[in-house]
């Protein structure tokens, strides 16, 4: 079956720190991946997202990177800050089609000491 | 940038009763809307694809004589949970947009059936 999959539930950095996520994929391709902030008790909110065609997309401290070979996606936060806080989750749609859902992995709590 | 409102926020209704929950696009037309469920500690599993002017389109698994979907109207979406029992105790989120530009996400309600 075709799966997305972020294999750590948690990940505690210190702040100031890089923290990096992971997102594996398999079964497919897919032509894009997304990822989503969610606080707690909140609907996810859009970050990113990176093309398959495209190796690297930044946005602030924010970058993912997208590696066909491998199958994998990596966020990344550089110079983290407790406010950065939150759980992450990668997402695959189907195409670059508004009526297609998205498919969410089990998301990565991010938490950042001061 | 797109916003998407969800009412209520949170509901408490007891075994038995329905339960109504409004999804709207305030600054953009959807004609495909998307409800999410979503146990505590985990992600965000697809219910169910609204379509306006059509019949929704359910997941495996999801019945759709208890979770009634309308979407009546480009802006607007409805998912009615009826007879709702305790296990149908969880946080429900809409979602519209879609393309390169992300999902956009509504702040999600919190049904609990006593």
Redesign the interface.
């Known amino acids: 079956s075709q799966k997305i999959e972020q294999n750590s539930e948690a990940l505690n950095i210190q702040e100031g720190k890089t923290a990096t996520l992971t997102c594996n994929y398999t079964n497919y391709s897919p032509a894009y991946l997304q990822w989503y902030r969610q606080d707690p008790g909140r609907g996810p909110v859009f970050l990113l997202l990176i093309r398959e065609n495209e190796k690297e997309k930044r946005k602030e401290r924010l970058k993912v990177t997208f590696d066909t070979t491998l199958k994998q996606s990596l966020f990344h936060i550089t110079a983290s800050q407790p406010a950065d806080s939150a759980t992450y989750l990668c997402a695959r749609s189907g195409g670059n089609q508004a009526g297609t859902a998205l498919i969410f992995g089990k998301g990565t709590t991010l938490s950042v000491s001061s | 940038g797109a916003v998407?409102s969800?009412h209520p926020s949170w509901v408490i209704c007891k075994s038995g009763t329905s339960v109504k929950i409004e999804c709207r696009s305030l600054d953009f037309q959807a004609?495909?809307m998307?409800w999410y469920r979503q146990f505590p500690k985990?992600?965000?599993m697809?219910m169910a694809?609204s379509n306006e002017g059509s019949k929704a389109t359910y997941e495996q698994g999801v019945e759709k004589d208890k979770f009634l979907i309308n979407h009546a109207s480009l802006t607007l979406s409805t998912l009615t949970v009826t007879s709702a029992h305790p296990e149908d105790s969880s946080?429900y989120?809409c979602?519209a947009?879609?393309?390169?530009?992300?999902?956009?996400?509504?702040?999600?309600t919190?049904l609990t059936v006593v």
């Open positions: 998407v969800q004609t495909t998307f985990q992600s965000l697809l694809t946080f989120i979602s947009g879609g393309g390169f530009y992300g999902y956009t996400f509504g702040s999600g919190r």
